[in-house]
């Protein structure tokens, strides 16, 4: 029914210093959340998080892959996603301590990291919402004929809304430069999506009834889903339309904040963190012959990065409280009447 | 200046749009190839050719989620929601996504589009195909709403629609469809935002929105036999609300009258008595009376419809409310 890929089989590993990048990524993506987790459990951290730990490689890999100008579409567990397209960490992490230097100056919080300079086009945390609005964008990119695609991630959970189901026959039908990417963790919130669903892939197993490919992927190898990506996004550039691709993959943590994520058995936690995306990257650098040092420098490098980044997180004030009434109109204010 | 169906210059003022921005693209359910299911789109896809316009699957979701998409990255998309009932189908994309983006993003994303939507009820179609919803997009922060009467205004405040740099929400009133009014040749571009003064009389202020006009201008005219002269107000937008219009009318008046096609609870005309009785209590000589259909659905059979929306008879029975 589907097409399983075997990218790193078939087209043999990526360039050295792509996978250098990816294992900067990764680290990076894990610094990050380590700490935003830390944080929340000093009360840092305000209101909710949905940290990616563990479904580093799924951001590292098609974020590499994209171009400056494509776009990216991201879910409320979207810090991954918003440090791959070269978001620094320090507004990141101010907009989850809710500071003035936040990304959106702690008026979206974590579920909403944007940064439209960086193509980071949105975290959206409507389940399903976001799939819709991305084939907006890559629709745009059609009528503008620009050479851009743009990437949508989301969790398995998502794939039994409807607005799933309307975006990906849209996108087929108006053949729309978009690479639709299910990150499936196996577990919605506290329900495992093997349970409600009523196929064995919820997203690749939808994607013959809307007529595109639906390709399941390793989640935690990195090299494959920098090949997906690749492959993915070269048919969407070229106007072969658009991909569902299904990474498989599993959080470290609980859904949100605190949750300690008791309800999923503990033989299955065990054999993921076994599978951790980020020693597996390691390993596998070192028996490709690169230098250890190579990667603890970047390891090193990212842990500078990451304390710097707290560092003026927690210096930065509260946001101005004038914010509360700006914005909301293209004026800049919140006025309704006249 | 040529005499134009309000159905007519729907088409009319999107083909203004269209001819002008390359940005403007339509897009909708039926509103290509067989010109809108209420023909107010005919002719748009033969000039413009369907690279610009777009007929769709029924998504409501899609539709809209593309034409935010699509706003945000540098187009200026107009979507049509066939019946405003539909807008519960696809409510999380216009309330959660549209309306809120700019203000969560600190202002990073722009929304310039507009909805455009067949409102409100007289054609017997039922509960699920005659609401009047302009007081659920009223409610929404991050929105702008607008009603037209009549076809210059449908025409003038279209294009300030498309114009405008923020989402839009245009309730076209289905039981308008077939009526007539003079349109100026020539591009029309009117301002969101101003109420529109149509008739003048110092003894109430009677505010009316989209068809409920019409009724109040029958209702002014029935009362003027009587020797009662009433000033009317066409709102012609929610959001934003021209309440110096309104207020400045009141201090005149004194008498405040709302007639309101939406049910009862949380209609517009309870926000604007609020604003009255809060900020011009003292130029208020009678109470406020808000003519309204009442808290019901709508029912389908026409003796019963009738009965439901403000007709002529309440309206005059409202202003003798407030005034005797």
Redesign the interface.
Known sequence: MTDVMQPSVDAGPPALDVRLRLYQMMVEMRDFEKRAYDLFLQGLVKGTSHLGLGQEAVAAGFGAALAPSD?TFATYRGHNHTLARGVPMAPVMAELMARQLG???G??GSM?L????HRM??S?A?V??????????????K??GAPEV?VCFFGDGTTNI??FH??L??AV??NLPIVFVCENNRWMEYTPIGSVTAVPHPAADRAPAYGLPGIVVDGNDADATYAVAVAAFARARGGGGPSLVEAETYRHGGHSRADPGKYRPDEEVAAWLERDPLPLYRQRLLQAGVPEQALVSIEEASHRAIDEATELAKASPPPDLS?VE?????D?G????? | MAEMSYRDAVAHGIAQEMRRDPSV?FLGEDIGSAGGVFKATVGVLDTFGR?RV?D??I?E??I????????????R?VAEIMFSDFFAVCW??VA??IAK??????????L?LVIRSGNGGGSRFGAQHSQSVENWAMAV??L?VVAPSTPKDVVGLLAAAVR???PVLFFEQKSLYATKGEVPDGEIVDEL??ASVLRQGPAATVVALAAMVPRALAAAERLAQEGIEVTVIDLRSL??????TVATSVARTGHLITVEENPRLCGWGAELSS?IAEENLFDLDGPIVRVTTPHVPLPAADALEDAALPNVDRIVDGVRRSVL
């Open positions: 776009y990304l959106m100056a008026k979206g909403h944007t940064s439209v300079a086009m949105g959206y409507i399903g919402a976001h799939l819709t609005i991305a084939n907006g964008a890559a629709w745009s990119s009528l503008r743009t409807g607005a309307e975006a026959n849209l039908v108006w914010l700006k914005d909301v109109y293209a800049g919140a006025a309704w009447r006249r | 693209v690279t777009f769709t699957p998504s979701q899609a809209l989620g593309a034409a935010m998409g699509a706003a945000m990255t540098g187009m998309p999380d994309i959660n996504e983006t700019r203000y969560m993003t600190n202002g990073q994303v722009t310039p922060p991050g702008k405008d740099t923020d935002g101003k959001v934003p609300l021209d309440v110096t604003i």
